[in-house]
């Protein structure tokens, strides 16, 4: 048996799963399912949760635990670890958001303007660096709150996806 | 007299270029597509009857390079040019440019593009042509003075606009006179580098107005028509993002007062071709004239669905010299179309650019459904150019009909390998305002103050929550469930062998 530690927005879910006669047999908070899972392409597949029929697509986001899932016409932020992983993170007293050391550029484009100098306090959603990529101008704004420890690009910088743009402490 | 168009040159790439190419076949005229290297397997090269690369990525170096898309129809044999939007589709130089080498453009001719998209010459035509205009200057506002006694006697707060303006450059509002002098400046920089034109001029700002237009159709022989108006109210970044027709508003008689108003300034401007008169409409349901795109519009499918004409044909035929088949009266609104421009943008990051290539790419269909998709499944979206990657239409008989379709429309619609902007027109769908119709100009920015486009139930956490689980689990232990993937895969490669052999006959094996 595998579990599980779910969070999507502000709520956590538990959930424990079991492979069996080609099914997974689930539990989510306590609340058991019979899911079969049927690949698609790369990253979807079809669930059917109690024989409800589910077209889901899930991708990684940003690297770590964080997922994003496609469905129903919505998409929905997730971050999903093992359970025993999350109860020692919470007994250390850490909260589940997870703290990115770099800021990765994430798009090609020019560094027009840097909001933030190393040492500066950030509040998540602080804007920290502005990209300008297909004639538009694009901020990037903090994922979480964090303390700048080096800003890795100068405006006017030609930039390509990934490179590290700065570093959080 | 008539020329028939037998070759078509279409200078743009994406859906717009898929678009145009449907006619040309619809048409029986052969397409020749451009390309820059970018776009060397786009689905727009895909489905031409020819193709020219016309350089590198970047715009500046191939789609907007006026001598290489005249050396491609030169080279090519094409008669015309179409422009489709964008790129060089109001640009007046090209316009003559095709003119003088004896190439049909499609679209006005050039006198009337240069006049219509110079902002301060359009507005002078619109009042010459008896349309109601916003208080504001008619004269280039550069001198600080005036400008602010002008800036008094309409009222603040008002808006500075660029006079070669276009998609919210150069444009600036300004709320109490303390700002003036600073906004006029900074919007006359930015008009400066954006067009290499400084001249702005103001307007009264509406604090929260509808953006309605009107399509128009002109042919060479003097005949003009209104085909109908669209509701493009709801904007980011005064893009539109979601438009409609008819307008929820709408009533016979304030649209034919609104097309006749649109006629005027066509036949003052000695229009042809298709074009779109934008206005904006005030909360007591004044219409004032905003501007003329002499082109067309991105949101033009809204129309072809409630009045059943295919606006592409109908350029073409003008092109040729054709008349207009139809009389006025003969334009009838049928039932309502809603269309959403489906972006490859994250909206959970300030609807950010997202690139890289289609991983899956499933399109709805069904019942009163049209997508309108210039891409296809492992197309890559490339960083150059605009990211709209596709435009959903939903007719019904009415509005709330229309809407369903487009609900169930964008649940179906999957794509992976970029972010895209389909949950957020899910979104919207359900918002009790726009259900009620009750739209204007700062519909997103007031009803989404935080930019957050999501609600979400516990019922669907709690499947997103147990869909992640499976899937890590299933990546995992590399679960391979049945074999129902390989059977798959499988009948997929047989699909394409076949397709391949059809295709090697239909082409007579020369690829």
Known sequence: MSRYHVVVDDKEFDITLEYRSEQFVATVNGRRYVVTQTPLTEGRSLLLIDNESLEVDVHSHNGGGERRVFMAGVEILTSIEDYAVAQMRKAAGISHVRTDDMLNAPMPGLVVDIKVKSGDKVAKGQPLIVVEAMKMENIIKAKHAGVIKAVRVQAGTSVEKGDILLEFE | ?511
């Open chain 2, 1 to 511: 007299m008539t020329t028939p168009i037998r070759k078509l040159l279409i200078a743009n790439r994406g859906e717009i270029a898929v678009r145009i190419i449907r006619a040309c076949r619809d048409l029986g005229i052969r397409s020749i597509a451009v390309y820059s290297d970018a776009d060397a397997a786009a689905f727009h090269v895909r489905l031409a009857d020819e193709v020219y690369n016309i350089g590198p990525a970047p715009s500046n170096q191939s789609y907007l390079v006026q001598d290489k898309i005249i050396e491609a129809a030169k080279r090519s044999g094409a008669q015309a040019i179409h422009p489709g939007y964008g790129f060089l589709s109001e640009n007046a130089a090209f316009a003559k440019r095709c003119e003088d080498e004896g190439l049909i453009f499609i679209g006005p001719k050039s006198e009337t593009i240069a006049l219509l998209g110079d902002k301060l010459a359009a507005r002078a035509t619109a009042l010459k042509a008896g349309l109601p205009l916003i208080k504001g200057s008619d004269i280039e506002s550069t001198n600080l003075a005036a400008a602010l006694k002008i800036a008094r006697s309409i009222g603040f707060p008002v808006l500075v606009k660029a006079a070669a303006g276009g998609g919210g450059k150069g444009m600036r509002v300004v709320n109490d006179e303390e700002l003036f002098e600073e906004s006029l400046s900074s919007a006359a920089n930015e008009a400066k580098s954006a067009f290499g034109d400084s001249r702005v001029y103001l307007e009264k700002y509406l604090a929260r107005p509808r953006h309605i237009e009107m399509q128009i159709l002109c042919d060479q022989h003097g005949n003009c028509l209104y085909l109908g108006e669209r509701e493009c109210s709801i904007q980011r970044r005064h893009q539109k993002v979601i438009e409609e027709s008819p307008s929820p508003i709408m009533t016979p008689e304030f649209r034919a007062r609104m097309g006749k108003a649109a006629v005027g300034i066509a036949r003052g401007s000695g229009y042809v071709g298709a074009g779109t008169v934008e206005f904006l409409v005030d909360e007591d349901k004044s219409f004032y004239f905003l501007e003329v795109n002499t082109r067309l519009q991105v949101e033009h499918p809204v129309t072809e669905m409630v009045t059943g004409i295919d606006l592409v044909k109908e350029q073409i035929a003008i092109a040729e010299g054709k008349k207009l088949s139809l009389a006025q009266d003969d334009i009838q609104i049928r039932g309502h179309a809603i269309e959403c421009r489906i972006y490859a943008e994250d909206p959970d990051n300030g609807f950010m650019p997202s690139t890289g290539a289609l991983k899956s790419y499933v399109v709805p269909a069904g019942p009163g459904i049209r997508v309108d998709s210039g891409v296809v499944v492992g197309s890559e979206i490339p960083i150059y150019y605009d990211p709209m990657i596709a435009k959903l239409i939903a007719w019904g008989k009415d509005r709330v009909e229309a809407t369903s379709r487009m609900k169930r429309a964008l649940e179906e619609y999957h794509v992976s390998g970029v972010e895209t902007t389909i949950g957020f027109h899910r979104v919207i769908m359900d918002n009790e305002k726009f259900v009620a119709g009750g739209l204007s100009t700062r519909f997103l920015e007031e009803e989404y103050p935080d930019n957050v486009y999501r609600h979400l139930t516990d019922e669907l956490r709690e499947r997103a929550a147990l869909a992640v689980a499976i899937d890590k689990y299933a990546r995992e232990r590399k679960i391979a469930v049945g074999n129902g993937g390989m059977a798959e895969a499988a009948s997929r490669s047989n699909w394409k062998q076949t397709y391949r052999r059809v295709g090697l006959r239909q082409f007579g094996g020369s690829r």
